[in-house]
């Protein structure tokens, strides 16, 4: 398999004066995770994104607040979310990454792209900074492959549910967006009965499971509710909003998963879309061993390297029987 890195120095700068878990340190594990990983890796600078491809899922001036924000110096842009100096050319090449990573895939240059951004994306709402995201980088690629006739599927594997991304699309029939995630969690959205609007109806999947939820449930609810429904849609491209903090170790939330579970996903996400169509978005991960770990074993999954036949951790009667819940609110859309 042909991995792309896509990254930047400028990424480094993005970081607050005080300790934060959003830190850059978490690239160094990040890119260790993906040289580990067994393919044929090439590398690539993320450019500065044409504000025009922002303002298709950013209020125009929110950017420019954004922009003013971070050239008057910065500062905390609420309890949790930051930015300094520095932030603007790191959002604008993060939100790139994912333009230079589908050129390179629809080139057929390469297989895969594993973007190694910062800041994140998944929270950010169209007018709204917030749980450390300034733009939804994820959404704007979307949004770009949908103005060109794409479908596209967003799998929200990070532990927090990425409000800012079902938000843009729960209306547009063209995108589907599937989240596994904590519930109740910050930021407090995403049950199962948020299943879309109007024509969007049924394209938004939230499978929120309760704390220390493990791989096995997970691992279920991939085959007995997310592969029927993608089967079913039938994406041109699947975007993973990759976030590594339902892995055990993570300091910030209460998952049981562990490396073996990403590539299980990763192997079965691969084979439901085309070679080529397939881009990894770093999201959340706070335990540095873990996401280095987890990102190697992502992308072995999706070269098909066999996953660990270890045990995945189990999960509570609970959490099987959201499961059930997930899959009853789903059949009156899908084929379940």
Known sequence: MRTLLV??????????EHWHP????????????????????QEAAAPEIDLELIRAVHDAEYIRSIEAFCRSGGGHLDPDTYATPASWE????SAGAGVVAVDRLQAGAIDTAFLAIRPPGHHAVANQA???????????VARMLVGGGARVAIVDWDIHHGNGTQDMFDDDPSVLYVSFHQYPFYPGTGWLDETGYGPGRGTTVNI????LSGGDVYRAGYEQIVAPILAEFEPDWILISAGFDAHELDPLADGMLVASDYQFLSSKLAAAVPTGRMIYFLEGGYDLAAVRDSVTASLEGAAGFAVSPAEPNSSSPGAWRILELVRRAQSEFWML
């Open 208 to 211: 929120p499971l309760p704390a």
């Open 90 to 93: 790191a959002a604008l090449r």
């Open 7 to 16: 990254t930047h120095p400028v990424f480094y700068r993005h970081a607050s």
């Open 130 to 140: 917030m749980g450390f995201c300034l733009f939804n980088n994820v959404a704007i």
């Open 22 to 41: 959003e830190r850059p340190e978490r690239l160094d594990a990040v890119i260790e995770g993906v040289r580990r990983a067994r393919h044929e890796l």
